[in-house]
T-cell receptor, first 111, second 113 residues
Framework: QKEVEQDPGPLSVPEGAIVSLNCTYS??????FMWYRQYSRKGPELLMY????GNKEDGRFTAQVDKSSKYISLFIRDSQPSDSATYLC???????????FGPGTRLSVLP | DSGVTQTPKHLITATGQRVTLRCSPR?????VYWYQQSLDQGLQFLIQ???????AKGNILERFSAQQFPDLHSELNLSSLELGDSALYFC????????????FGQGTRLTVV
């Protein structure tokens, strides 16, 4: 079992929809959780990171972490065609430098 | 633009050869990380350097090695290349050694033929 799992998609939604992207993880020592966006043939771009459980909002993006169920979510409101990309969740513990990435979910937002 | 520069962007080489990938971190970042991304394995951590010293090792093959120089740029050396080494290789950098906010370069696409 991989430490961080994601549904690879692809996920297609119409423009303006609310998108929900999810990850599960198995290592209970993970404390930091990140979401990266990766456009085709580009490097991953950090969107948000959260520490421990809770919510964090940044514009149209909201990250949620539920440590009791080992569940990480990213919500995108008013999705735009420019949001079409692969979204990678990642996690690490308090001491490790190694970010463990999920396989990524490919999102297409259709105009 | 993340501020992390990787060269070259593309590399095509034959099996058995050796290549060097180069990374310049963002100004002020002391940590450099190398990742390999392939279709079947996703993004895999290879190795981290912090201020010139190796700090963490991931799934890095013995045929691969890296170093970070006094000016903080880093090089990843891949030798005895195999077809399966074809992948995107990313470098990332962060200010702190704990990888809380890591910024990725655009990657080097390596094709081994």
């Amino acid at each position: 079992q991989k430490e961080v799992e994601q549904d690879p998609g692809p996920l297609s939604v119409p423009e303006g929809a609310i998108v929900s992207l999810n990850c599960t993880y198995s290592n209970s020592a993970f404390q930091y959780f990140m979401w990266y966006r990766q456009y085709s043939r580009k490097g991953p771009e950090l969107l948000m990171y959260t520490y421990s459980s809770g919510n964090k909002e940044d514009g149209r993006f909201t990250a949620q972490v539920d440590k009791s169920s080992k569940y990480i979510s990213l919500f995108i409101r008013d999705s735009q065609p420019s949001d079409s990309a692969t979204y990678l969740c990642a996690a690490r513990d308090n001491y490790g430098q190694n970010l463990v990435f999920g396989p990524g979910t490919r999102l297409s937002v259709l105009p | 633009d993340s501020g992390v520069t990787q060269t070259p962007k593309h590399l095509i080489t034959a099996t058995g050869q050796r290549v060097t990938l180069r990374c310049s971190p963002r100004s002020g970042d002391l940590s450099v990380y190398w990742y390999q991304q392939s279709l079947d394995q996703g993004l895999q951590f290879l190795i981290q350097y912090y201020n010139g010293e190796e700090r963490a090792k991931g799934n890095i093959l013995e045929r691969f090695s890296a170093q970070q120089f006094p000016d903080l740029h880093s090089e990843l050396n891949l030798s005895s290349l195999e077809l399966g080494d074809s992948a995107l290789y990313f470098c990332a950098s962060s200010r702190d050694p704990l990888n809380t906010e890591a910024f990725f370069g655009q990657g080097t696409r390596l094709t081994v033929v």
